[in-house]
């Protein structure tokens, strides 16, 4: 019963902005987003824990915002001064339930491509 819907991706200009969305299911844990490019691992990119605290990877720091609204059971991602190195795939997942052994599921993902 696992669900994770991600949206709101697509092509901009770097110095862009995207706002990206995921409905997940369950409550009460962490949610993350994290990023694949072509040839490339997925990487984490950023988390917000059920109060709020967020942490991000360095590359993004300053640029992206996470957030998220409990009672819609929705993540967001707001992506600010785009750099085509942001090029990629984005994804939510749930930190704790990727901890489990053998968990391995992934959304769809939404496609973010960063492009003069």
């Known amino acids: 019963q696992v669900q994770l819907v991600e949206s709101g991706g697509g092509l901009v200009q770097p110095g862009g902005s995207l706002r990206l969305s995921c409905v997940y299911s369950g409550s009460d844990f962490s949610m993350g987003w994290y990023r694949q490019a072509p040839g490339k691992q997925r990487d984490w990119v950023a988390t917000?824990?059920?109060?709020?605290?967020?942490n991000y990877t360095d590359s993004v720091k300053g640029r992206f915002t996470i957030s998220r609204n409990n009672a819609k059971n929705t993540v967001y991602l707001q992506m600010n001064n785009l750099k085509p190195e942001d090029t990629a795939v984005y994804y939510c997942?749930?930190?704790?339930?990727?901890?489990?052994?053998?968990?391995?599921?992934w959304g769809q993902g939404t496609q973010v491509t960063v492009s003069s």
């Open positions: 917000v824990g059920v109060a709020g605290i967020t």
């Open positions: 997942n749930t930190p704790s339930r990727l901890r489990m052994p053998g968990y391995n599921y």
